[in-house]
């Protein structure tokens, strides 16, 4: 898929202002032609890295891997009285499905992530990065290396960088292709040669405790651009793009069921989902409608577009409104009971047997838990034998109250987000389709034919 050139007119683009421009490359003397490095030259001048944390904290960056922590806060909590050194690690393990976002930086501008990890690294006083990168991206750390040796050959990575007595060195680590290292503390487990398990949180936050047991940052590849731009531009000038509370532009992915799928960065709240599906990505497929949406990765809660929610407007005033009119912004998709996480929007229509999309992704934790937890572990295996039994003609009603249980039983009770991970999709689609899912139970033992004849089968 091309990254499309032209910019919709509801897009902000500030991430991916080069990226499919016109005789654009990927080379640092095409960068360079086009502003880069030049933050890096005034902060390095500047020799202030106290005061580039502080901007970031003005800036009220969230983390755009998923969580959304604020990156400020995270900066701000690394333990710099331990006298060890500090890690700036970089995820760019981008395995949450329906996210596709941080490729389009890592292959088509990677000096970007580059020059903004420096920055970090600097304003951290970490002396040694690393890219814990996805190892599907063959390709892209490939890219990442050329570019960090491009870097070096122009003294923006390596020793005594611009002649301000700091050092950095980067290294690009690959992954070996399991989801659960996107979890920070499972990716530092990783990256130190060990099996991918998370771990315990306490004692092992990573701002204290991280890679090496040394004070270590985890941020995310959009995150790292982002406060890269808002070093760009100041704290200030950047908490005013987009929404109070969620400030900046945020990189919204949009696959499935939709006539024109692709990839959009949009200032926070200025675009509704129905402005995002209708309008930029060209509404459903000829004959179809929309049936619903998971807003920000596989891992999120199901929004029905048949339903009102309530939310609150810019004065803090509560309106019910449908799903195509909530803006798309953190605080917004929570008060639906989702969550905006990676941007990784996933669209289903009036085709899609709604117990077959749950039963694909049952099937994917399934696989992906790393086992560590027993209430993941085994929880993971039932959903995903559940689901599938329902799918085979073989549930039963009650089948529906089991999995839900199961889904609440895992809540709270493992060591990661993996767990949660898996049973919010569960939750929330229950809450949405139960009667659908009863449906579905009862055609298939009745031996009647499908009512989604155009639903693909089971994986």
């Known amino acids: 898929m091309a990254f499309p050139n032209i910019a919709h007119p509801k897009e902000t683009?500030?991430?991916?202002?080069?990226?499919?421009?016109?005789?654009?490359?990927?080379?640092?003397?095409?960068?360079?032609?086009?502003?880069?490095?030049?933050?890096?030259?005034?902060?390095?001048?500047?020799?202030?890295?106290?005061?580039?944390?502080?901007?970031?904290?003005?800036?009220?960056?969230?983390?755009?891997?998923?969580?959304?922590?604020?990156?400020?806060?995270?900066?701000?909590?690394?333990?710099?009285?331990?006298?060890?050194?500090?890690?700036?690690?970089?995820?760019?393990?981008?395995?949450?499905?329906?996210?596709?976002?941080?490729?389009?930086?890592?292959?088509?501008?990677?000096?970007?992530?580059?020059?903004?990890?420096?920055?970090?690294?600097?304003?951290?006083?970490?002396?040694?990065?690393?890219?814990?990168?996805?190892?599907e991206f063959v390709h892209g750390a490939q890219i990442l290396e050329k570019a960090i040796e491009e870097a070096r050959a122009h003294n923006f990575v390596g020793d005594n960088i611009l002649g301000s007595g700091f050092n950095l060195?980067?290294?690009?680590?690959?992954?070996?292709?399991?989801?659960?290292?996107?979890?920070?503390?499972?990716?530092?487990?990783?990256?130190?040669?060990?099996?991918?398990?998370?771990?315990?949180?306490?004692?092992?936050?990573?701002?204290?405790?991280?890679?090496?047991?040394c004070p270590t940052v985890v941020n995310n590849v959009e995150t790292v651009c982002q406060c890269l731009n808002a070093f760009q531009m100041g704290g200030e000038a950047y908490s005013k793009i987009g929404v109070k509370g969620d400030a900046g532009t945020r990189v919204l992915n949009v696959s499935g069921l939709v006539s024109k799928p692709g990839i959009f960065e949009i200032a926070t709240g200025t675009v509704t989902v129905g402005e995002l599906l209708n309008d930029m990505c060209g509404g459903p497929l000829p004959g179809r409608k929309f049936k619903a949406v998971i807003p920000g990765?596989?891992?999120?809660?199901?929004?029905?577009?048949?339903?009102?929610?309530?939310?609150?407007?810019?004065?803090?005033?509560?309106?019910?409104?449908?799903?195509e009119d909530v803006p798309l912004d953190?605080?917004?998709?929570?008060?639906?009971?989702?969550?905006?996480?990676t941007g990784g929007m996933i669209v289903f229509d009036d085709s899609v047997e709604m117990i077959q999309a749950l039963a694909n992704l049952n099937a994917f934790y399934k696989h992906e838990s790393c086992g560590q937890c027993t209430p993941c572990r085994e929880g993971s295996m039932w959903t995903a034998r559940i689901s599938k039994r329902i799918c085979d003609g073989n549930g039963d009603p009650e089948d529906i109250d089991t999995l839900k249980s199961v889904a609440d039983t895992i809540c709270g009770r493992t060591i990661c987000a993996h767990g949660e991970g898996m049973a919010w999709p569960i939750q929330g689609a229950i809450a949405k389709f139960r009667d659908e899912y009863l449906e579905s139970i009862r055609w298939r033992k009745a031996g009647e034919n499908s009512p989604f004849p155009n639903c693909p089968p089971l994986i």
């Not at 596989?298 to 019910?320: C, Q, T, V």
């Not at 953190?330 to 996480?341: E, N, Q, R, W």
């Open 297 to 323: 990765g596989s891992s999120m809660k199901p929004l029905r577009f048949d339903e009102k929610y309530k939310i609150k407007d810019a004065d803090g005033n509560e309106k019910e409104v449908f799903l």
């Open 169 to 213: 060195e980067i290294v690009v680590h690959r992954g070996a292709g399991a989801y659960v290292c996107g979890e920070e503390t499972g990716l530092l487990e990783a990256l130190e040669g060990k099996r991918g398990q998370p771990r315990i949180k306490p004692p092992y936050f990573p701002a204290v405790l991280g890679l090496y047991n």
């Open 13 to 135: 683009r500030v991430i991916y202002k080069r990226i499919g421009t016109p005789d654009y490359t990927p080379d640092i003397d095409c960068y360079i032609r086009n502003g880069g490095y030049e933050t890096l030259k005034k902060i390095m001048a500047a020799g202030n890295p106290a005061a580039l944390c502080s901007e970031i904290e003005v800036a009220g960056i969230k983390g755009r891997g998923g969580a959304g922590f604020p990156a400020g806060m995270k900066w701000k909590f690394l333990d710099r009285k331990s006298g060890k050194p500090i890690y700036f690690v970089v995820n760019a393990d981008e395995s949450e499905p329906g996210t596709h976002k941080d490729r389009w930086i890592i292959y088509y501008d990677p000096h970007e992530l580059i020059e903004g990890i420096v920055a970090c690294s600097y304003a951290t006083q970490a002396k040694q990065a690393f890219i814990f990168i996805r190892g």
């Open 330 to 341: 953190a605080a917004s998709l929570m008060a639906c009971g989702s969550s905006i996480g």
